[in-house]
């Protein structure tokens, strides 16, 4: 176990709609990473949070966005869902930007 | 482009064989290298990493191996066990934004 949780475990949603996950990052840790997992692939980063600011960003568009709150806790927010963005979204917590990131178990998404 | 890749999409594995997993990076300035475990359902799981003024390091029962002349590592399991059966995924952060980049990762099938 990491100590890094995600919430919620699985979701069902459809086209068009809104969703929210979050996650607490292991305790001591400031940054958190967020990590789409399509089935049969690796990770692929989508941003990050650092001290509350967003220290980076993948290849993904504006309707994915996010929050990190003063406790280092972080919400993913994804609007518009499309069907492509069923997938296992990955949360992982490090104790800075450069050090080892520990993930937590996921939240699987699906858009019906 | 830069990527980070596994030669291998699966690999079968006698119980109590070693096994050795490869991949292969094409950034020749790459500094730094990390192996995940993923088992089905769960997020990765930090197994070892590798800074690139090592050619080894060795955990519990597993080694990685880091040869820079031709970009390539490799995780060696020792005496594999039905537990280690997951994906494996090497991974590798960027410089100056340190998101991991996954290759698609190579499942790893223990054989009783």
């Known amino acids: 176990e990491t100590g890094v949780t995600q919430s919620p475990t699985h979701l069902i949603k459809t086209r068009g709609q809104q969703v929210t996950l979050r996650c607490s990052s292991q305790s001591g840790h400031n940054t958190v990473s967020w990590y789409q997992q399509a089935l049969g692939q690796g990770p692929q980063f989508i941003f990050q949070?650092?001290?509350?600011?967003?220290?980076g960003r993948g290849n993904f568009p504006p309707r994915f966005s996010g929050l990190q709150f003063p406790n280092y806790s972080s919400e993913l927010n994804v609007n518009a869902l499309e069907l492509d963005d069923s997938a296992l979204y990955l949360c992982?917590?490090?104790?800075?930007?450069?050090?080892?990131?520990?993930f937590g178990p996921g939240t699987r998404l699906l858009v019906l | 482009g830069e990527s980070v890749g596994l030669h291998l999409p699966t690999l079968s594995v006698q119980e109590g064989d070693n096994s050795i997993i490869n991949c292969a990076y094409s950034?020749?300035?790459?500094?730094?290298f990390i192996w995940y475990k993923q088992e089905s359902g769960k997020g990765p799981q930090f197994i070892i990493d590798?800074?690139?003024?090592?050619d080894k390091r060795q955990g519990q029962r597993v080694t990685v191996l880091l040869n820079k002349t031709v970009k390539h590592l490799s995780l060696q399991i020792a005496a594999t066990q039905p537990g280690d059966s997951a994906v494996y995924f090497c991974a590798e952060p960027r410089r100056g934004n340190t998101p991991l980049v996954f290759g698609k990762g190579t499942r790893l099938s223990v054989i009783a």
């Open positions: 992982a917590s490090s104790l800075a930007i450069q050090e080892t990131q520990y």
């Open positions: 949070y650092y001290r509350e600011e967003e220290n």
């Open positions: 950034n020749s300035a790459s500094d730094y």
């Open positions: 590798i800074r690139s003024n090592m």
